[in-house]
T-cell receptor, first 115, second 113 residues
Framework: DGGITQSPKYLFRKEGQNVTLSCEQN?????MYWYRQDPGQGLRLIYY???????QKGDIAEGYSVSREKKESFPLTVTSAQKNPTAFYLC??????????????FGEGSRLTVL | QQQVKQSPQSLIVQKGGISIINCAYE??????FPWYQQFPGKGPALLIA???DVSEKKEGRFTISFNKSAKQFSLHIMDSQPGDSATYFC????????????WGAGTKLIIKP
């Protein structure tokens, strides 16, 4: 079955440590995204990539980094510079970016807790 | 900053009733308005979407009403069922930023049997 696979599902990290969240898709989608979800707030865009080897900052990119070396993969690194990293992280992909082609297909998320 | 304001934050509806969730936006640089449904522990999934040149779109029990002059749009769920219990997000696609979505804060809907 085609879809988005995120791992790990749960992750605990000590302050000062970097952590990398994995996101893989087999939908052959060009665009991939990382969102952060906090209770009582909508999804906030961290980074997105419309093509391999290219990515753009979203609204809350500070303290995060990404890479897009393969079409299928878009890992997110939460660095120690991120001041409040405890959150639910969602990866998504889409065929394109506009209208119906921009329909987002989400993974099941990774819940990061900083101890 | 461009925003999409969603209300109510939470909603309880009896089975068979109509659930109504409202969203309002502040900027006209939007060209597509999707609604996503999220069940606990899962990622959101597209439910229904509308373009601003259409005033209403219906898919099964789900209807979007769109009022361009008031900059408001709403989701109506007819004959609400316990399986509809989820969090619903409205969103708007920004034409001035690679059509990225800006999201409402979400509405937690509970349908009581």
């Amino acid at each position: 079955d085609g879809g988005i696979t995120q791992s790990p599902k749960y992750l605990f990290r000590k302050e000062g440590q970097n952590v990398t969240l994995s996101c893989e898709q087999n939908l052959n989608h060009d665009a991939m995204y990382w969102y952060r979800q906090d209770p009582g707030q909508g999804l906030r865009l961290i980074y997105y990539s419309q093509i391999v080897n290219d990515f753009q900052k979203g609204d809350i990119a500070e303290g995060y980094s990404v890479s897009r070396e393969k079409k299928e993969s878009f890992p997110l690194t939460v660095t120690s510079a991120q001041k409040n990293p405890t959150a639910f992280y969602l990866c998504a992909s889409s065929i394109g970016t506009r209208g119906r082609s921009g329909e987002l297909f989400f993974g099941e998320g990774s819940r990061l807790t900083v101890l | 900053q461009q925003q999409v304001k969603q209300s109510p934050q939470s909603l309880i509806v009896q089975k068979g009733g109509i659930s109504i969730i409202n969203c309002a936006y502040e900027n006209t640089a939007f060209d597509y308005f999707p609604w996503y449904q999220q069940f606990p522990g899962k990622g959101p999934a597209l439910l229904i979407a509308i373009r601003p040149d259409v005033s209403e779109k219906k898919e099964g029990r789900f209807t979007i009403s769109f009022n361009k002059s008031a900059k408001q749009f709403s989701l109506h769920i007819m004959d609400s069922q316990p399986g509809d219990s989820a969090t619903y997000f409205c969103a708007a696609s920004r034409t001035d930023s690679n059509y990225q979505l800006i999201w409402g804060a979400g509405t937690k809907l509970i349908i009581k049997p």
